[in-house]
Every structure is written in structure tokens, then in C-alpha cells.
């Protein structure tokens, strides 16, 4: 049973970047056909999709988010992360991990989806 745990601060300055990290257990993040994607929610919002990185190690961006993005991912030890920086106050939200089939962007369905983490954006 593949399972998804993210990590990383809680707490995040204005102008800094958020680095997150999701820990996949019980499945490789190798296998196909699977998207691993990073998707926030804002206090009183609807879920924004961030970007993926797949099967074979290629990423894909939000266009909105695309110049602050970088997604990457460590096969060693099961891993991606997420880089999103010059982070403001409406980057408050819960930050998930979740894994999609391909091909996730036709379909929006995530089938394994990561507790999520707040991260709040303040001085």
C-alpha cells in the first residue's frame, strides 16, 4: 500500500522559499505511469494544483507558479521535493503531496494523497 508524508517548516518569511519534501512508502516513484504532484489549498480556497514530476523524472509547472517552481526528486531514497520561492502571505495554505495516473492533467484524479502540511507565510 503506497503511502505519501510531507515535511518540511511550518513557518515561512516573506520573500523566502518553501522547500518541501514527500516521502513515498510501500511503492517506487519509478513506476509507471505515476505523476507525483504538489497541490496547495489557502484557507477558504479551492485546491491549486502546483506541478508534477513523473515517472521518468520530467516536471510539468502550473503556468501561474512556473517562474517560482522547481520540483525535483531523490530515486535513493523514494523522494521528491518541492522549491517554491518568493513566497507571500497568499502562499498560506496546506501543502499536499498526492500521486495521479497518467495522464493526470486530462484527468485532475489523484488516487494517493499525502496527510498535507500547513505553511504559513509571515514576518
Known amino acids: 500500500q503506497v503511502q505519501l508524508q510531507e515535511s518540511g517548516p511550518g513557518l515561512v518569511k516573506p520573500s523566502q522559499t518553501l522547500s518541501l519534501t514527500c516521502i513515498v512508502s510501500?511503492?517506487?516513484?519509478?513506476?509507471?505511469?505515476?505523476?507525483w504532484n504538489w497541490i496547495r489549498q489557502a484557507p477558504g480556497k479551492g485546491l491549486e494544483w502546483i506541478g508534477y514530476i513523473n515517472y521518468r523524472g520530467g516536471t510539468y509547472y502550473s503556468p501561474s507558479l512556473k517562474n517560482r517552481t522547481s520540483i525535483s526528486w531523490d530515486t535513493s531514497k523514494n523522494q521528491f521535493s518541492l522549491a517554491l520561492s518568493s513566497l507571500t502571505p497568499e502562499g498560506t495554505a496546506v501543502y499536499y503531496c498526492?500521486?495521479?495516473?497518467?495522464?493526470?492533467?486530462?484527468?485532475?484524479?489523484?488516487?494517493?494523497w499525502g496527510q498535507g502540511t500547513l505553511v504559513t507565510v509571515s514576518s
Open positions: 498526492a500521486r495521479g495516473p497518467d495522464p493526470v492533467l486530462a484527468t485532475g484524479y489523484f488516487d494517493i
Open positions: 510501500g511503492g517506487s516513484i519509478t513506476a509507471n505511469y505515476y505523476h
